[in-house]
């Protein structure tokens, strides 16, 4: 099993940044592929981003390609999402979610590991 703890969230302005973290506990955690999700009031949880357990594969909703950065550490247990050029529509609470021995899923329901979510609030 593995435990996730998200935190970096917080508020900013349209255009800024922001790099969120995810740690994990468990001493295979590079076995494990990682996802983002967000979820914004009223609206389903949705894919961001993915990378495999190697870090050799990656995988991003269009929506934020090309802004947003996914990136793990293994030797450190943890998972990056760095948020750049943020806009008002990525204001969400933001998950990480993890499965193991498993290739890149978008779908919420295929990951077995949840963390308690971190709250960014871009404001316009």
């Known amino acids: 099993q593995v435990q996730l703890v998200e935190s970096g969230g917080g508020l900013v302005q349209a255009g800024g940044s922001l790099r969120l973290s995810c740690a994990a506990s468990?001493?295979?955690?590079?076995?494990?592929?990682v996802a983002w999700f967000r979820q914004a009031p009223g609206k389903e949880r949705e894919f961001v981003a993915a990378?495999?357990?190697?870090?050799?594969?990656?995988s991003y909703a269009d929506s934020v390609n090309g802004r947003l950065t996914i990136s793990r550490e293994n030797a450190e247990n943890t998972v990056y999402l760095q948020m750049n050029s943020l806009k008002p529509e990525d204001t969400a609470i933001y998950y990480c979610?993890?499965?193991?021995?498993?290739?890149?899923?978008?779908?919420?329901?295929?990951?077995?590991?949840w963390g308690q979510g971190t709250q960014v609030t871009v404001s316009s």
């Open positions: 990378i495999s357990w190697s870090g050799g594969s990656t």
């Open positions: 468990g001493r295979t955690f590079s076995t494990y592929t």
């Open positions: 979610a993890a499965i193991q021995y498993t290739w890149i899923k978008m779908m919420p329901d295929a990951y077995d590991y």
